[in-house]
């Protein structure tokens, strides 16, 4: 099990004033995708392959290939370097929020259950 980490990033105390593990692999499996996805590339100096650069997105058009570049990054992010979450299925869905933001909905299926563990957007600096 791991430290139990807060959805604003905080790390969790317990019912008995100790520092909280997380309650089962579904929570180990939604931290991980969720560090992952919130970090960048080199972000972390003991883990350089860490993270992903959605940055990359920025002045792209908003177009089904910017969103599946953006997909192709997230899964990239999510199964490298000995990821828990490698060997799950995973989808991810692009949906265009505005000229400008593309959310990025990610499900994961653990067992017989799938669901959609993070929802993330990324502006693409466009006026």
Do not use: C
Request: aromatic content about 8%.
């Amino acid at each position: 099990m791991d430290l139990y980490m807060t959805d604003t990033g905080d790390i969790a105390i317990g019912s008995g004033g100790d520092i909280a593990f997380t309650d089962s692999n579904w929570r180990d499996f939604v931290q991980q995708a969720y560090l992952r996805l919130m970090t960048s590339i080199s972000d972390f100096t003991l883990y350089p392959t860490l993270g992903t650069d959605l940055d990359a997105l920025i002045g792209m058009p908003q177009i089904k290939s910017t969103g599946d570049y953006g997909i192709s990054l997230i899964k990239a992010a999510l199964t490298r370097g000995g990821s828990i979450l490698a060997n799950l299925p995973i989808d991810v869905k692009a949906v265009p929020i505005s000229l400008q933001v593309i959310r990025f909905d990610i499900y994961i299926t653990a067992g017989s259950r799938t669901e959609m563990i993070l929802s993330i957007e990324q502006n693409l600096g466009l006026d």
